[in-house]
């Protein structure tokens, strides 16, 4: 299915992947931290970082950042939240290596 090459290049970050994702409409990009694709994204001038957590990084075309008007990600979880408990056992987990 050619959706599903369209996919495997994004992710394997080929040189097409930007025009790929440009022709699809797609407007937010949200993949794994850490990963090829959000490391590329993280340097591109055309990407502008609005979400991350742990384990998620959500990116949106730098243009139509200001007009989306996100709320600011927070600096901080409540207590018992999923997000705050794996940012502290990532951090942990760091520590220890």
């Known amino acids: 299915d050619s959706l599903l090459y369209q996919y495997g290049d994004v992710e394997s970050v080929l040189p097409n992947w930007d025009s790929v994702i440009e022709s699809s409409g797609t407007q937010l990009v949200l993949f794994d931290t850490g990963t090829p694709l959000a490391n590329v994204m993280l ?7 609005v979400y991350q957590d742990p384990l998620s990084i959500a990116f949106v075309r730098t243009e139509t950042a200001a007009s989306l008007g996100l709320p600011p990600q927070p600096s901080s979880y409540p207590a018992g939240d999923v997000c705050a408990q794996l940012k502290t056992s990532n951090v942990n987990s760091s520590s220890q290596q």
């Not at 340097?43 to 970082?49: E, F, L, T």
């Open 43 to 49: 340097q591109s001038p055309r990407w502008q970082k």
